[in-house]
Each structure stands twice: as C-alpha cells, then as structure tokens.
C-alpha cells in the first residue's frame, strides 16, 4: 500500500509517484549510462555510470532518498 500523505491545503498526495516523476529514464550516451534527478526547481543533479546495473540500481537509491525527503518537508510543513 502507498503511503499517501494529507498536505496543508487538503490535497491528498503520494511521495513516491512525486519522487519518481522528478527523475529522468536512463539513457545511453556513448560509454556511460545517464539520467538526471530535479531536487528543487533551481537544483538538477546529472549523474553517470558505465554499467546499467549500477544506474539502475543508483536511480532507485536516489528517488528513495528524494522520497523521504518529500515525506519529511510535507510533515513540517503540515505541522506549522
């Protein structure tokens, strides 16, 4: 089950499909595996890879990460 989250204004919505939105597909570019995360609007962070594995593995880690930070800026700003 998805943890769905109540924001400030009333509206219902889900980290996850935030988190996974804000981060690009892997994409081949040359010798490397590429893709990009948005943290914020100003802040878009590219990273690569040589091995598929390894940014597929590296994208899941950071939407976790990007997840739980959208869960902990929703619950401070809900509590304020």
């Known amino acids: 089950m998805t943890n769905i989250i109540e ?7 889900s980290p996850n499909k935030i ?16 893709f990009s995360i948005r943290i914020s ?5 590219e990273y690569s890879f040589t091995d598929l594995g390894r940014a597929e593995y590296m994208r899941r880690i950071m939407i976790g990460h990007l997840e739980a930070k959208i869960k902990k800026e929703l619950k401070i700003s809900k509590n304020k």
Do not use: E, P, W
């Open 19 to 34: 988190a996974s939105g804000s981060a690009s597909s892997i994409k081949k570019s040359g010798a490397f595996y590429n």
């Open 41 to 45: 609007t100003d802040d878009i962070r």
């Open 7 to 13: 924001t400030k204004l009333g509206a219902l919505v």
